[in-house]
């Protein structure tokens, strides 16, 4: 599965020879449908729409694709329980719902406390509860740093550190991305996986 995983992502070259102890001689990787890379399959309709191309749908998503609004409640879940948390702590009480700058500092909070959640307990509630976790492309537990940098992306990305209208902006954008591709940016870019049962 490392091979297949490094030869995947060009880290190694798909020229590289290869050898287990089933084999006889070293063989390129290449030449072995173990590691032939595999085309994206495009699901098309056979019906046609007086002369125009029909549509084409993507086949399948991701293995590690797991629903936006799995994902959605799992952070709800995990804000819900925080806010209050965070209240108490510091004293301080948000003016209304859509008091900004309330919402700016209980991010900061939840990027310190969800990473250590992350990297001590290996998840969240909110995550706990709906089933999904989020680990190295190893299968190890985030490092204190990795959630760290995940939890700061979401909170600029995914979540608009809470400033009116950009939130709502970048909530759809991650939104529409992770339905349409399955990853997101924050995940993607530290190579991680996300897991469900």
């Not at 191309?53 to 694709?65: G, L, M, N, V």
């Amino acid at each position: 599965a490392e091979l297949q995983y490094l030869f995947k992502s060009h880290k190694l070259p798909i020229e590289a020879l290869v050898w287990h102890q089933s084999m006889t001689e070293w063989a390129s990787a290449k030449s072995l449908e173990l590691f032939e890379p595999q085309p994206r399959v495009i699901e098309v309709e056979t019906e046609t729409f007086h002369g125009s191309p029909p549509p084409r749908k993507e086949a399948s998503r991701p293995p590690s694709w797991c629903s936006p609004w799995r994902r959605y409640f799992a952070r709800a879940i995990d804000t819900t329980l925080l806010f209050p948390v965070f209240s108490f702590i510091t004293g301080i009480q948000p003016h209304s719902l859509a008091d900004y700058r309330f919402n700016m500092m209980a991010i900061a909070f939840a990027i310190l406390a969800h990473a250590a959640l992350q990297s001590s307990w290996g998840s969240t509630p909110g995550k706990a509860m709906l089933g999904y976790k989020v680990r190295t492309r190893n299968g190890d537990k985030l490092s204190f740093k990795q959630a760290i940098d995940r939890e700061a992306r979401i909170a600029w990305h995914g979540l608009g550190l809470g400033i009116p209208l950009y939130s709502v902006y970048t909530q759809f954008k991650a939104f529409t991305n992770l339905n349409n591709t399955g990853e997101t940016s924050w995940d993607k870019a530290d190579d991680l996986v996300v897991t469900h049962r």
